[in-house]
């Protein structure tokens, strides 16, 4: 049961462009979502989060919207840099419990000059 | 400050061994957290700690894992009789508990090889 997915595994963008990143869930019960970017070799760097009361939360050229509704939600990059190449993984929490996190698959992202 | 440290940073060993994977998390996080992040996929939960206690185990596939933390700092995962199917990267990571944000903070993680 994959609560939490990211349907495309790659996405190419050129540079100085919007590069945008989705993901889908299935549970209604996650209070918290977060973004985190992995270079190989590295453990996941948290990016952005969001609550699930919000529907936007944005940090410099980062901006993720959250859609409760489609249970989709979404990571923004403006303007997209070399440096962003790496693979984004969307994750997904809830404060009860452990606060354990749900990842999707990842999406691996090239930003091309 | 230090962030989240894992040794080995690599592990190979033999189907039917036993493997140690120790973490230390950042100092003054109370939650610890392994996951397991096999090819292509994203990293899945295996246990939490609280403290020194195992709070949520739920994640570890088997009994052939299982992991401490008896001074609530530095954890070890410990995999008995590994098989080839137990070949991943793992992930330890740490947070404060009930942080702002939530976000949990990862070690560069462990990639083991069982051949």
């Known amino acids: 049961d994959q609560q939490v997915k990211q349907n495309s595994p790659s996405l190419s963008v050129q540079e100085g462009r919007i590069s945008i990143l989705n993901c889908d869930y299935t549970n209604s019960m996650f209070d918290y979502f977060l973004w985190y970017k992995k270079y190989p070799a590295e453990g996941p760097t948290f990016l952005i989060s969001?609550?699930?009361?919000?529907d936007k939360n944005e940090d410099g050229r980062f901006t993720v919207f959250l859609n409760k509704s489609a249970k989709h939600l979404s990571l923004h990059i403006v303007p997209s840099q070399p440096g962003d190449s790496a693979v984004y993984f969307c994750a997904a929490g809830r404060i009860q419990g452990a606060q354990k996190l749900v990842f999707g698959q990842g999406t691996r992202l090239t930003i091309n000059p | 400050g230090a962030g989240v440290s894992q040794t080995p940073s690599n592990k190979v060993t033999e189907k039917g061994k036993y493997v140690e994977l120790r973490c230390d998390p950042i100092?003054?996080?109370?939650?610890l957290y392994w996951y397991r992040q096999s090819l292509g996929q994203g990293p899945e939960f295996l246990i939490y700690f609280q403290g020194t206690g195992a709070a949520d185990d739920s994640g570890l596939p088997n009994d052939r894992f299982f992991a401490v933390r008896p001074e609530g700092s530095v954890s070890t995962l410990k995999i008995q009789r590994t098989e080839r199917g137990d070949s991943a990267v793992y992930l330890c990571a740490s947070s404060h508990t009930g942080g702002v944000s939530y976000e949990q903070y990862f070690g560069p993680g462990t990639r083991l090889t069982v051949t």
């Open positions: 100092s003054g996080h109370t939650a």
């Open positions: 969001i609550s699930s009361i919000k």
